[in-house]
């Protein structure tokens, strides 16, 4: 019998489960999954296999899905068996050096957005800002420049659509406007939709321990164009990073060593979280095994279950490639000549507190490297069974693989994704990433907020004799049970948080991971706000030592700014008649008061309070650089505000009213929360009766937990940001999907 948590059945219900024409829901989850096994076994006819082989393997799949031991990535949940019956989740496109190539990389991307698909472009191979074109004797915009075209595109997209489409943007660190890429994101209104990550060479890294400069190359004619310090281009990417979390890095000599079909090309770029290196064209075909469900009930890993699982899901991921529909003929072409899969795993957090092994620990870093190395060694024999049956994928002879097996169906066999959709799904932790909390808050529409309690910890607090709300509640203000003393140490070792972990030890576990991966792996490395820049670099220096392909951090608080989006509006209530209505007292001629700037997620946000002879009678508040809907909203709040003093309203109620409303984008000024344009407001009407500055001061217990991201505007709850993009804790509603 299917078993999900409320979490999952709402995550399912918003944006998976089929719907009529008039939005109602008309599809069960098991008649989701089963549309799915049927949609992905059933291409097996065009292979030869017999009909009751196929509706055998349709309930294995069925099975493995309903136990929730294994899931798809979110395109293939959402489309296999349907009209779009697109299932990869992402792309990489080529932007050559003419602005038709350039032009259509963004008509392609557009239709891949459309189709639910994100994106990732490397713009080394455009000329530097300046540089000549001959063609009209003009000069060259750069690759910054068309980026934000890029981004432009996406934009006008998400306004036709539900979500943005995500891209990631490369640069190489040795192209000439490299200066320009890394501060492109320094101010957080530009460049919205994407990701940035700059590739590092080996010469550059090499230059970078000598302390010495290195080259820049032109791209369009080869040639030496200048020389950078090593040093001081570092000092940027991690100063950067530090700031709001771009540039990330990828070791692009690093990737092409491992790349398996280098006579195809290069790998220049990535997907939007950095986990799939690609060549231009090609698309990712992900699946996460669920290693919470791998785990018997004595405590032991079920290496058998884990073999066997892997083993059919290689064959899943290479049916996921034949029953396809590709949004670009070119697309299907490069995916088709290599066939690469990325099986991963999810709930590793999970397996670890189920073996009683802390996330910080050299135990769990060996487990790590042991775990996906077994997976990759068992799905690896899958392939070469399946290229035996069915045929290596086409550019096998000449791939780095022709002298080492007879066959091989894929080019690649795993990957670490993020898994923040799909783990809520299965209720389990989030791809390779520790816990976020070990209980948190969860709002349910029309309902009372709920205590969301990690089910491991409360048996275990129960045991314990300690379990109560309070305590509960205690523990989601906290974010963490570090520091609450009634708390055994035992749990204390084991219940670790992203912010409990040292930075150092997320990198170990990222490169533990990376020993078993084809592809790459997708890993957030998670800094307390207090973190400094040294402590950024000594991840990117450890990250390149022990073989990542990449990495990315995220200092908590970090991002002044997100991208503002609105939620969805509540129908207006009937107000009851006949009631005792208050005239508000005219405005006089002259007043006077004073202007406090506040940090919001929609930029600088000014609250102008005015009085007159009876006291507090006005707000207007000014958004900075904004309009359209954010701008006439706080003008719409400031005039019903400024009624309401004139009524005779108090202050402390409207103050009590505004403040801890949440917006998807909340901000950070001097190191706190400001929730919402309408929570800024509130905080200035606060201090006009405290006499201090109340706009950087939060009581609310949800705004105190590690991470925030704001509220989702699907459905109120938690964000977090996770690999590069904020994902709602309750819904699984993503910014980047």
Same mark, same amino acid.
């Given at each position: ?69 294994? @899931? ?56 530097? *800002? ?52 890394? *501060? ?94 690609? @060549? ?8 996460? @095994?669920? $290693? ?50 990325? $099986? ?121 004799? $300690? ?236 705004? *105190? ?33």
């Amino acid at each position: 019998m299917l078993k999900l948590t409320d979490n999952a059945l709402t995550v399912l219900e918003r944006r998976y489960l089929k719907r009529n024409n008039e939005g109602e829901i008309i599809e069960t989850p098991e008649e989701l999954f089963m549309r799915v096994a049927k949609a992905i076994a059933q291409v097996e006819e065009s292979f030869g296999t017999p009909q009751e082989e196929i509706d055998q393997l349709a309930q294995t799949f069925y099975e493995l899905m309903c136990n929730l031991d294994f @899931l798809p990535n979110s395109p293939t949940l959402m489309n296999a068996g349907r009209e779009l019956g697109q299932l990869s989740a992402c792309f990489v496109l080529p932007v050559d050096d003419s602005m038709e190539a350039i032009f259509d990389a963004i008509k392609y991307a557009a239709l891949i957005h459309k189709s639910g698909g994100g994106t990732g472009f490397s713009f080394s191979r455009l000329r530097p *800002k300046n540089d000549m074109v001959s063609s009209t004797g003009g000069v060259a915009s750069g690759p910054v420049s068309f980026m934000k075209v890029f981004n432009s595109a996406t934009q006008a997209v998400i306004q036709g659509g539900k979500r943005r489409g995500a891209n990631m943007g490369v640069l190489r660190v040795d192209h000439p406007d490299i200066l320009e890429f890394i *501060k492109a994101k320094t101010d957080e209104q530009e460049l919205t939709n994407f990701n940035i990550s700059v590739a590092l060479t080996d010469k550059f890294m090499e230059a970078l321990v000598k302390d010495e400069e290195y080259e820049l190359v032109n791209p369009r004619t080869g040639e030496v164009a200048g020389t950078l310090s090593a040093k001081m281009v570092f000092d940027l990417i991690v100063e950067g990073a530090w700031k709001n979390g771009d540039p990330g890095v990828v070791f692009i000599d690093t990737v092409n060593k491992y790349n398996p079909t280098p006579q195809l090309g290069e790998i220049e770029g990535t997907n939007p979280c950095g986990e799939v290196p690609l @060549l231009p064209f090609e698309s990712c075909n992900l699946a996460s @095994l669920n $290693l919470s469900r791998m785990v018997t009930d004595d405590g032991e890993i079920d290496w058998d279950k884990l073999a066997r699982t892997t083993r059919i899901l290689v064959r899943f991921l290479d049916n996921v490639i034949e029953a396809n529909q590709y949004p670009l003929p070119q697309i299907e072409k490069q995916t088709k000549l290599s066939r690469k899969i990325g $099986l991963g795993v999810m709930g590793f957090a999970d397996m670890l507190i189920q073996l009683n092994i802390p996330y910080n620990s050299d135990e769990a870093v060996a487990l790590a490297e042991k775990i996906m190395c077994f997976i990759q060694k068992e799905g690896r024999e899958a392939s070469v069974e399946l290229g035996e049956i069915r045929g290596s994928f086409p550019a096998f002879p000449e791939s780095i693989y022709a002298d080492k097996y007879p066959a091989l169906r894929n080019a690649t066999v795993t990957t670490v994704a993020p898994t923040g959709t799909i783990s809520i799904i299965a209720g389990c932790s989030s791809g390779i990433e520790p816990l976020f909390a070990v209980c948190y808050v969860r709002n349910v529409l029309d309902q009372d907020r709920l205590l969301e309690v990690h089910p491991i910890f409360a048996e275990r607090i129960r045991q314990y004799g $300690l379990y109560s709300k309070e305590l509960m509640e205690r523990v989601a203000a906290e974010g963490s049970i570090a520091h609450i003393d009634e708390i055994p140490q035992e749990l204390k070792r084991i219940f670790v948080t992203a912010h409990d972990v040292d930075p150092l030890w997320h990198v170990k576990i990222q490169a533990a991971f990376q020993k078993g991966t084809d592809n790459a792996v997708s890993k957030t490395v998670n800094l307390p706000n207090s973190a400094t820049v040294e402590d950024v670099r000594e991840v990117y220096h450890l990250a390149y030592q022990t073989g990542c392909k990449g990495v990315t951090v995220y200092r908590d608080g970090s991002r002044e700014s997100q991208v503002l989006e609105v939620a969805k509006k509540d129908k207006p209530k009937e107000v009851p008649s006949g009631r005792n209505t208050i005239l508000p007292r005219k405005r006089p001629q002259v007043t006077h008061g004073s202007t406090y700037r506040v940090q919001t997620g929609c930029g600088n946000v000014y609250v102008t309070v005015n009085y007159d002879d009876e006291g507090l009678c006005e707000v207007f508040t000014q958004i900075g650089k904004a309009g359209g809907c954010a701008a006439a909203q706080a003008e719409a709040i400031s005039r019903l505000v400024s009624l309401a003093l004139r009524a005779g309203v108090k202050v402390e109620a409207i103050a009590k009213h505004l403040r801890g409303i949440r917006c998807p984008s909340p901000a950070w000024q001097s190191g706190e929360v400001i929730c919402s344009c309408p929570d800024a407001i509130g905080r200035v009407l606060a201090s006009t009766i405290t006499g201090h500055d109340e706009a950087c001061a939060s009581d609310d217990l949800e705004d *105190k937990l590690l991470n925030f991201q704001g509220a989702c505007p699907e459905c109120g709850s938690h964000m977090r940001h996770v690999d590069g993009c904020a994902v709602c804790i309750a819904c699984g509603y993503s910014r980047c999907s």
